[in-house]
């Protein structure tokens, strides 16, 4: 077939507008002004054509990108979760009894926090399309550190609850921005294994958070600032520290990595021409917004996000839930240590596989929620006196991430043209959100100490998570089936370049030569684009 082109005849479309959407395209129509399509097409343009990296190269350049980003993106997940955890981290070190909270106000925190997100989720994918997205990020992590620490000065429901709300607000952008970063400069698996290993974080940040409780605890519980407000000063100290160096540290997208040169950027997007999902575009286009909202597999995954996460609560209620077995503050503190070990150690083991198993996110997926939906029958049925069995079925529910990472990293590769991407992503999250405001609320202290309500809850939550999966699974490899046996139908091959109008500085229009994916189409224009699974 013959590249797509253009037609000279089309009006250019200013930056910041957005596309007409009266009719759906064929990928001919889909080459734009060089505004209206990927950011690295420029960059990319007249090298499409080169022979594959060689392996060494790409091996090297993949090390260079960890080296220069995966710390500061771990360290940011680490930091997210004790701030959005703060609440649960400070419940025995006297926010409850300062404040005059009742168990059902401290519920409300939890809920406030995913009003505040789920009210914002929206803008954010909109603005971060907009805006530098690691720039908009670092801005966002240094509102949240402001709200973070001026809890310490709260001494009412009203006052806490306000600030959570903004907490949420501001943290809003994090998962989602994460996963487009991820996609910009790493291949499928390779984003897969990343954004495991920072969602692994949380474990790390559950283990850092318990030993922080641990040291405030052993201050005098009478003296000013008290436990509670000094656990909320550290950490909104650590995030303004975080803050400034994501600002400074953060590439926005591969061209303006100052890390890189001009010719491993090239090769960062070539590395990543297979992902069929190009980068970023900078205009919001209006057909790829109605395209996610009519697109089934963004609502699998809504429904997916929305039950995932009524496990959310127990991130607020860890606490509480060890301290009913018996336990006193200081004992409590250390033995919620363990929690996030049993994260980080699935999470581990998932990311191994996928390396060797790269089509099998959807299978570890199912295996991820098998020991929640042992741990929470244990949990409903162990006599109460057997406190070392609780404890133990309580650690590794945890192990739960596994599943929920595997289909975030999913979420992240199956959807192509950039404006559809952040629409999908945010749609997920408001997903996430709602599960997550729904968490807490069964945690009822009429409940306490067995929880035996909550643990049901749970338990169908973790069995409903894997026939999603399930669905998921099957509706995508459909997918892919059916563009195996089209493609094989009609004997052609696809189209694998188009072309961007550039404007030179004598202000001739030239014709550049792009690989489709960077032309920005989604993935039902593009039928070259294969569903992972």
């Known amino acids: ?97 300062d404040n005059h909270l009742t168990a059902n106000e401290f519920n409300n925190l939890l809920t406030a926090f995913y009003a505040g997100y ?11 399309q907009r805006f530098p997205i690691a720039k908009y990020i670092a801005t966002n992590i240094g509102l949240w550190s402001v709200f973070l620490g001026l809890q310490a000065v709260c001494h009412s429901y009203g006052g806490l609850f306000a600030l959570r709300f903004l907490l949420g607000a501001s943290e809003g952008c994090i998962t989602s921005g994460i996963m487009t970063i991820m996609t910009m400069f790493y291949t499928r698996v390779e984003s897969t294994q990343r954004i495991s290993w920072t969602f692994m974080c949380n474990g790390i940040a559950s283990i850092i958070a318990a030993f922080i409780s641990f040291g405030v605890a052993h201050t005098k519980a009478n003296a000013r600032p008290h436990q509670w407000q000094w656990f909320m000063i550290i950490v909104s100290g650590l995030s303004v520290i975080v803050s400034a160096l994501y600002f400074w540290r953060m590439p ?45 597999k963004t609502w699998l995954f809504f429904l997916f996000g929305c039950v995932v996460n009524l496990v959310g609560g127990m991130g607020v209620m860890f606490n509480i839930i060890i301290k009913g077995y018996g336990f006193n503050t200081l ?31 959807c299978l570890l997926g199912i ?118 046996a089209e493609k094989l139908a009609s004997g052609e091959e696809y189209d694998e370049f188009g072309y961007i109008e550039h404007t030179q500085e004598d202000g001739s229009v030239v014709k550049l030569k792009v690989p489709i994916q960077f032309m920005d189409i989604t993935d039902l224009e593009n039928k070259a684009f294969r569903y992972p699974l």
């Not at 789920?118 to 971060?128: D, E, S």
């Not at 950027?265 to 790829?288: A, L």
């Not at 919620?336 to 996110?361: K, Q």
């Open 367 to 484: 295996i991820g929620f098998i020991p929640g939906v042992i741990c929470t029958f244990l949990l409903i049925f162990l006599p109460f006196s057997n406190k070392a069995g609780l404890l133990v079925a309580f650690y590794l529910v945890g192990t739960d991430g596994l599943g929920f990472i595997m289909i975030l990293s999913l979420v992240a590769v199956v959807f192509a043209g950039h404006t559809k991407k952040m629409t999908c992503n945010a749609i997920f999250l408001v997903g996430y959100s709602i599960g997550q405001m729904l968490s807490s609320q069964f945690w009822k202290e009429k409940y306490r100490p067995r929880n035996t309500v909550p643990w049901a809850i749970l338990l169908s939550s973790f069995a409903f998570d894997i026939f999603m999966i399930s669905i998921i699974w099957w509706y995508l490899a459909r997918e892919n089936r059916r563009r195996d």
């Open 118 to 128: 789920i009210v914002f989720v929206g803008p954010h994918a909109w603005l971060m």
């Open 1 to 97: 077939m013959s590249d797509p082109v253009r037609k000279d005849t089309s009006p250019s479309i200013p930056e910041k507008e957005s596309l007409p959407s009266d009719e759906k395209r064929s990928v001919s129509d889909v080459a734009q002004d060089e505004r209206a399509v990927d950011v690295v097409a420029g960059l990319i343009a007249g090298h499409g054509e080169e022979a594959e990296l060689d392996p060494q190269v790409s091996h090297e350049l993949r090390k260079k990108l960890d080296r220069n980003m995966i710390p500061m993106l771990c360290l940011l997940y680490t930091l997210q979760f004790i701030d959005k955890n703060s609440i649960g981290s400070s419940s025995i070190l006297g926010i409850i009894q």
């Open 252 to 296: 926005d997208n591969p061209a303006t990595a100052r890390f890189l040169t001009q010719q491993e950027k090239i090769d960062v997007v070539k590395r990543i021409r297979i992902n069929q999902n190009g980068i970023e575009t900078k205009v919001w286009k209006r057909y790829q917004f109605i395209e996610a909202f009519t697109d089934p």
């Open 331 to 361: 004992e409590t503190t250390a033995l919620s240590i363990p929690i996030g070990a049993s994260m980080v150690f699935a999470v581990t083991i998932g990311t191994i596989l996928i390396r060797y198993f790269p089509n099998s996110r």
